[in-house]
């Protein structure tokens, strides 16, 4: 049996700079972190040469082409597994349209998982691009490359996306004490509204030519809030993350609604240097960034809506427990 942790992730600025039709042309750039939320991936021999896919249904079929599940077909078939395998995915928070990365944190466990059942290691680097290759080439899915990269490396980082489809993971360096403050800095709050994320990122895509100054500053936001961050200037973030939700909003209608932009202007009024809408938009969790002494005025302007407090966690993916099943 193996069993794979993957983090999920707060991008903090530069999303939509990570699509293919901004970075063919123009090198994009991201700042995220990856947090203390997971998704596990099980992995056990089973019994006969069948598949059992455990997740939100369960499915039992002969053949891998049979099988419902996107990423867990394309991903035994890029590993290299085709039977007698029992799969089980279990997440930390819902795993559908929240915002947090959790379609590529998923997947880059997954192929975490499958290669150790097999007794082969692969890099952090390999795992983000094949993770990208699954969801982008195999299932034709409309996303961006930042997903990857984060839950495959941990830690809070520079990712920067180039034309001849390279990627450079830069760590953002700063203090254990920077690193704490931002964690206390962060509220998570659940809309409770999920959403398919490529109906949205489907018109960033398509307007992503007439868009491109707005997306272009979102870029360079990016490496503000990196140099924030490690110069500690947290207002500086919070003042840059209010900056990127309002170019954020112009880029694709369904990004916001009347509901959400209530509930962030609500945050401010309470306190909140800044914040934003995380992944495509639309719905999942609201990132609010707020100096703790006015964090209790935040949730109680927000409390129709769940908060959770969530802390940086500094590993990628990683395998938690393996069993040697010839034993």
């Known amino acids: 049996m ?12 530069g999303g939509g700079t990570d699509l293919a039709a901004f970075y063919k042309q123009n090198t994009g750039a ?15 021999k089973k019994f006969d040469d069948r598949i059992r896919v455990s997740y939100s249904k369960t499915e ?41 990365g959790s379609s590529s944190t998923l997947t880059v466990g997954l192929l975490n998982a499958l290669y150790a059942y097999q007794g082969i290691l692969k890099s952090r680097q390999t795992l983000a691009r094949e993770a990208c290759k699954i969801e982008i080439e195999a299932l034709g899915e409309p996303i961006g490359k930042q997903d990857q990269y984060i839950a495959a490396f941990g830690g809070i980082q520079h990712i920067q996306f180039n034309s001849d489809e390279s990627v450079y993971v830069d760590p953002v360096i700063c203090t254990p004490t920077t690193k704490a403050t931002l964690e206390r800095y962060m ?24 868009k491109h100054e707005i997306l272009m500053k979102m870029k360079d936001l990016s490496e503000n809030v990196r140099d924030c961050i490690s110069n500690n200037d947290l207002t500086g973030v919070g003042k840059h993350l209010h900056q990127g939700w309002l170019y954020k909003r112009d ?11 209530r509930w962030y202007k609500n945050a401010l009024k309470a306190g909140a240097l800044g914040g934003k809408i995380l992944g495509a938009g639309g719905g999942g969790f609201l990132l609010i960034f707020c100096q703790p002494k006015f964090q209790k005025k935040v949730i109680m302007a927000l409390k129709e809506l769940y908060c959770m407090h969530a802390k940086l966690e500094p590993q990628g993916s990683k395998i938690i427990y393996v069993e040697d099943i010839d034993q």
């Open 2 to 13: 193996i069993i794979s942790r993957t983090p999920l992730r707060i991008s903090f600025a």
């Open 30 to 44: 991201v700042t995220s972190t990856a947090i203390d939320k997971y998704i596990y991936v099980t992995i056990n």
């Open 60 to 100: 039992i079929v002969n053949h891998i082409d049979e099988l419902k599940h996107g990423l867990v077909r394309e991903a035994m078939k890029l590993t290299g597994i085709d039977s007698g395998v029992e799969i089980t995915t279990i997440a930390d928070i819902p795993s559908r349209g929240t915002g947090l």
């Open 187 to 210: 509220l998570l709050f659940y809309t409770g509204i999920t959403r398919k994320a490529g109906s949205i990122l489907k018109k960033q895509i398509k307007n992503t030519k007439n």
């Open 251 to 261: 880029l694709a209608s369904g990004i916001s609604n009347l509901v959400i932009d």
